[in-house]
């Protein structure tokens, strides 16, 4: 049997997957590839967000050390990519409420952790009603936290122009290719591809499949304490005139951190759209973009995997089950929806939406405890290394964090290629690298 044979190949052509590729063909000598289940790159979850560029002042410095430095570098490096590649780029700023008094001490601390983060201070300021009301006459509140340099983006054109890029440097993309099954023995990787009859083989895998990595990890007997559960996204697009109701991003304290759940945003689109979302309705797969399911195969699939995991633990919670209704509600109905946003936006009116804007799908991993994982998941085979659990704000440090990936492969000898002379430009690597150390 005639068999492809590649260096490395990634798996998932999000903006995780396209990075990776960018910096390993701008980095060394070899034959990347990269496989994408879908007709096009970007397809997912790094193409359905909602293309807010974040500042990290609400992620606690020690307990997302990665995450947070990988948000903080990132924000020089994209602005400069967009200009270089006359991409979109909005600041906007985001405004974190608290509709409650005992809120208020979230925004002193997410006050505190910009600071630590690396946000320049005159970025962040504590606003009080009167403030906020001066700023956004149509925003009800206690307080606020003010971002000036949230921003808005297309993540969609930045992995595209991040994958022109990789290819210019010989990074080969296979489009269509959905991954059936995964072999691993001492000397490479076998990786069966639908309607490829010939496998891809390799001497390193990188899994970074979004809603799919705890799935392929799981072909190969790795990271079988960790199942995911999946949760849509919905958004309405508010209607002109209405949409000038508010001229910065909303976002709330959230009342549930434990859970994925989110209050609904007001959000500003790069194109300049405004936008209420998200809710966070529970699916049954990774591309359940309408419904419960695909199908009925993939529900009976996922409720058995469920009842044999430390889910199961979680869906007896009193409390997540009355979350697990409300945002089916918040699905089945504009009004409930809306009525959320009115909290901090009372003028606003079921009416004044008219269309849905782009849902997108969050996979949050658990334990076998049943209990949310916060971090991203790390787990490594002879040749192969896992990326699971790359959840919010992924889309934003995505190409910080695939280098701090690259550097740990470097480290454990998983990388045995020849390293290219070093390229001028925006994209250095050893600087990057070097705040991760």
Same mark, same amino acid.
């Given at each position: 049997m005639e068999i492809y044979m590649k260096d490395v190949v990634i798996i998932g052509g999000g903006i995780l997957g396209t990075s990776l590729a960018h910096w390993l063909t701008r980095l060394y000598e070899g034959d990347i590839c990269v496989l994408e289940k879908e007709d096009r790159i970007a397809s997912h979850a790094s193409g359905r967000n909602t293309?807010?560029?974040?500042?990290?002042f609400y992620l606690d410095p020690e307990k997302n050390k990665i995450f947070t430095k990988s948000a903080s570098l990132m924000y020089d490096i994209w602005k400069k990519?967009?200009?270089?590649?006359?991409?979109?780029?909005?600041?906007?700023g985001t405004l974190e409420i608290a509709i409650k008094e005992e809120q208020y001490n979230h925004l002193e601390k997410y006050l505190e952790w910009g600071e630590l983060n690396g946000i320049d201070k005159?970025?962040?300021?504590?606003?009080?009603?009167k403030e906020v009301k001066n700023l956004e006459p149509n925003v009800e509140c206690v307080a606020a936290l003010r971002c000036k340099s949230?921003? #808005? *983006?297309?993540?969609?054109?930045?992995?595209?122009q991040l994958k022109i890029d990789a290819e210019s440097n010989g990074a080969k993309f296979i489009l269509n290719s959905h991954v059936e099954h995964v072999k691993e023995d001492d000397e490479c990787v076998s990786i069966h591809v639908k309607n490829i009859s010939k496998p891809i083989q390799c001497k390193l895998m990188i899994n970074c499949a979004g809603g799919n990595s705890v799935d392929i990890a799981h072909m190969l007997n790795i990271g079988k304490e960790y199942t995911d559960l999946h949760f849509r996204g919905e958004y309405w697009i508010a209607d002109q005139p209405y949409d000038s109701i508010v001229n910065t991003n909303i976002y709330?304290?959230?009342?549930?951190p434990s859970f994925p759940f989110l209050d609904p945003h007001w959000i500003i689109r790069v194109d300049g759209r405004r936008q209420i979302g998200p809710n #966070? *309705?529970?699916?049954?797969?990774?591309?359940?973009?309408?419904g419960m399911a695909i199908d009925g195969n993939e529900l009976i699939s996922k409720i058995i995997e469920i009842l044999q995991s430390g889910t199961r633990k979680l869906i007896l919670n009193p409390e997540f089950l009355s979350l697990f209704w409300n945002e089916w509600m918040s699905s089945l109905s504009k009004d409930v929806m809306i009525k959320r946003a009115q909290q901090f936006i009372p003028k606003l009116k079921a009416g004044h939406f008219t269309r849905k804007g782009t849902a997108g799908i969050r996979s949050p991993v658990l334990n076998n405890t049943g209990k949310f994982v916060s971090d991203t998941i790390e787990l490594d085979g002879p040749h192969t290394y896992h990326i699971l659990n790359y959840n919010s704000p992924g889309a934003t440090g995505a190409p910080a964090y695939a280098a701090y990936i690259i550097n740990r492969l470097e480290e454990a000898k998983m990388l045995n290629l020849s390293r290219k002379n070093k390229q001028p430009g925006i994209w250095n690597f050893e600087q990057i690298v070097s705040h991760f150390n």
């Open positions: 293309g807010v560029l974040h500042r990290p990519y967009t200009l270089e590649n006359n991409l979109p780029w909005l600041e906007v005159k970025d962040l300021t504590l606003l009080s009603r949230d921003t #808005a *983006v297309d993540y969609s054109k930045l992995t595209e709330s304290v959230p009342r549930h #966070a *309705v529970p699916v049954a797969g990774p591309n359940v973009y309408k």
